[in-house]
């Protein structure tokens, strides 16, 4: 599943054409992500992961972390900083992690 990131103050409910909230459709995504977040959560806790993360990282070195684990690659400094502003902000590292994935 990929997460739209250009989306306006509204958008179209795909299932019926209406025009509904940007806030109503995060909400309806954040739904429908919730079993792939829970599987991010558990591997963000599970005793792997923790064994190779022993420091607490802050959050700009979980993004960075994230794009050469899972992406293979450095994190550019747009992408830094939007999901490091998502966790700012209230995002879960798990979700954050899925989006990363996905991207």
Same mark, same amino acid.
Request: glycine letters at 6%.
């Given at each position: 599943? @990929?997460?739209?990131?250009? *989306?306006?103050?509204? $958008? @179209? !409910?795909?299932?019926? #054409?209406? @025009?509904? &909230?940007?806030? *109503?459709?995060?909400?309806?995504?954040?739904?429908?992500?919730?079993?792939?977040?829970?599987?991010?959560?558990? /591997? %963000? /806790?599970?005793?792997?992961?923790?064994? %190779?993360? $022993? $420091?607490?990282? $802050?959050?700009?070195? /979980?993004?960075? !972390?994230?794009?050469?684990?899972?992406? !293979?690659?450095?994190?550019?400094?747009? #992408?830094?900083? /939007? *999901?490091? !502003?998502?966790?700012?902000? #209230?995002? &879960? @590292?798990?979700?954050?992690?899925?989006?990363?994935?996905?991207?």
């Amino acid at each position: 599943m @990929r997460t739209p990131l250009g *989306w306006h103050a509204s $958008t @179209r !409910d795909c299932s019926t #054409g209406l @025009r509904t &909230s940007k806030a *109503w459709c995060t909400g309806q995504l954040l739904l429908r992500m919730a079993p792939a977040v829970a599987i991010a959560q558990a /591997f %963000l /806790f599970s005793p792997e992961y923790q064994a %190779l993360h $022993t $420091t607490p990282l $802050t959050n700009a070195q /979980f993004v960075s !972390d994230l794009y050469e684990n899972a992406l !293979d690659q450095a994190s550019e400094a747009a #992408g830094l900083q /939007f *999901w490091t !502003d998502a966790l700012a902000f #209230g995002a &879960s @590292r798990a979700q954050v992690a899925l989006g990363i994935s996905e991207s």
